[in-house]
């Protein structure tokens, strides 16, 4: 007879991977209440929540006798997803300074949408024309987002921009992830990225003062939770789960962000704009079912 125990472990191991991503996704979603609440410019944040986040997983490797997977060459392709990281981060942050929170984090989230389109073609992995359906359905989320108005402000439009550079870059991140061999550590890989990440924005800290005292907490608290943890969870679920199961997870960080930015910045959204995120978040719960349900998702 099976322990409670061992009941519980039989039961948390196969979704291991599950629980990683939506775990990433959440402590990824902080990363948006921490640039508006340290007032940090983009580039300064990105570089500390990568850098910090770098060093403290350097840290726990040399306190757990593991350092040595740090030793070995990284392949060129950790090399690329680490500046691919750093422009999803820089971009992102750039946007929400000219739009709200939840638009800039349901276009960036249009990724996994985006990502299952790719990995139909790049991985073959089946997409069904339900799943196709539930991807149109998203985007026309989106659309509703923005009331179906394609103009908008000078600085909401340079908002836009980046948030759609952030949106590629995103995009192009969780599908080279999937190509990177298993032989590569996974430690490796999440420092050798946070790494190269940082390194990628230094230069644009040249003129940047250093930041304030009051401003540090906030910035171990980015080096730590959407830094380090959430990429070392991210990573891990990316490799053995589906782009698709993977990225309707991932929807748990909108998720996070619209209710944080409703009740922490009371950011106003029309009753269209509501109906809007409600598409995009129900088409990624849609095609977690259908992906797990494969004799239904013709």
Known sequence: MNTPLNSTSMLLSPYRYFYMAALAAALMATIGFIARFSALDPASLTFY???LGAVILALYLAFTGQLHLLASKP??????????LAGFILCFLSAIQSMSLTLAILL??????????MAHFVFKERLTSRTLLLIITAF??????????????????????????????????????????DTV??????????????????????????PEAEQWLWLMAAGLFPGFLALVFAL??????????????????????II?????????????????????????VAQAWLSHHPKEAG
């Open 75 to 84: 392949p060129a392709l950790v090399i690329l997803n680490g500046v691919l």
């Open 260 to 284: 944080g930015a409703w009740m922490l910045f009371a950011e106003p959204m029309s009753v269209l704009q509501w109906f809007g995120a409600l598409l995009i978040l129900v088409s990624g």
């Open 140 to 181: 026309f989320g989106f659309f509703m987002l923005q009331e179906f108005q394609i103009n908008a402000r000078v600085e909401q439009q340079q908002g836009l921009w980046f948030a759609l550079l952030s949106l590629f870059t995103y995009t192009a991140f969780i599908l080279l992830n999937k190509k990177v061999p």
């Open 108 to 117: 960036v989230y249009l990724a996994p949408a985006l990502s299952a389109i």
């Open 236 to 257: 891990q679920a990316i490799q053995h789960l589906p782009t698709r199961v993977f990225g309707t997870l991932a929807y748990l960080e909108p998720v996070v962000v």
């Open 49 to 51: 929540r990568l850098g």
């Open 185 to 210: 550590p996974l430690y490796q890989k999440s420092f050798y990225q946070l790494l190269v990440g940082a390194l990628c924005v230094l230069p644009l800290l040249i003129n940047k003062p250093i």
